[in-house]
């Protein structure tokens, strides 16, 4: 499976925007790129994913580098409750995929008041 | 429609016990997958069942760990004689699909984990 770089932690004040960036050069044509958060105490939850167009839903969204190897999850306006460990998840459409997901460490936003 | 539950929330065995960790997916879900999570670390893979079947245990500890997920009933991730390292927090997920769909889709949705805690 293709590795992603993230940074370990970052910080964002309260009701502004939060740019979390991943690495992803080795990244292959069929390999999705997905977004998961753990907030603390609780399981992982779906945040967000795309292929090489930029994406928006309700939580996010995801901008991608035109050549794939980097992408950005956005939170246009981080809470209180958006401190979490947000990981970025590269995963392969190809039919040898069981599905599992491959957790890297994983960026730990704070949110400051 | 109840998420993925997960029981018990919390567990404490001592050294040489067995534990028990119980995954009941989302209705309709017949795909479950394990992970673990050790202190201060990330999460790990460690079994994937569909029903009746393990497909894909590459993440297990060869010795004392197992999984089971019947055709009726929770899955059940078994630990025999445990150890202090076996401390964690262990998540249970469930999935519609076995892989990604056309558009890429295959949300994996989490419980909220059993707290294993070994004497």
């Known amino acids: 499976d293709a590795k992603t770089t993230q940074p370990n932690s970052m910080e964002s004040n309260e009701e502004e925007p939060v740019h979390l960036p991943c690495n992803h050069s080795t990244i292959s044509g069929t390999d999705y790129i997905h977004w998961y958060r753990q907030l603390p105490s609780q399981g992982p939850e779906y945040v967000i994913h795309?292929?090489?167009s930029n994406v928006n839903n309700r939580m996010a969204s995801l901008a991608i580098a035109e050549d794939r190897k980097s992408s950005t999850l956005i939170l246009h306006r981080a809470t209180l409750r958006d401190a979490a460990v947000y990981y970025c998840?590269?995963?392969?459409?190809?039919?040898?995929?069981?599905?599992?997901?491959?957790f890297g460490q994983g960026t730990t936003l704070q949110v400051k008041p | 429609n109840a998420g993925v539950m997960q029981n018990p929330r919390h567990l404490v065995r001592r050294r040489g016990q067995e534990a028990r960790l119980r995954c009941s997916p989302m209705?309709?879900?017949?795909?479950v997958y394990w992970y673990r999570q050790l202190p201060e670390e990330g999460l790990k893979f460690m079994v994937y069942?569909?029903?009746?079947?393990?497909?894909?245990e590459s993440g297990m500890p060869k010795e004392r760990f197992s999984a089971e997920f019947p055709k009726e009933g929770p899955s059940i991730l078994r630990i025999q004689q445990v150890v202090r390292g076996d401390s964690a927090a262990y998540f249970c997920a469930s999935s519609l699909l076995a892989r990604l769909g056309r558009d890429g889709y295959n949300e994996q949705f989490f419980g909220p984990g059993t707290r294993l805690t070994v004497l």
């Open positions: 209705k309709g879900h017949s795909h």
């Open positions: 795309g292929l090489t």
């Open positions: 069942l569909q029903k009746e079947n393990i497909i894909d």
């Open positions: 998840i590269l995963r392969d459409r190809g039919s040898g995929n069981t599905g599992k997901l491959i």
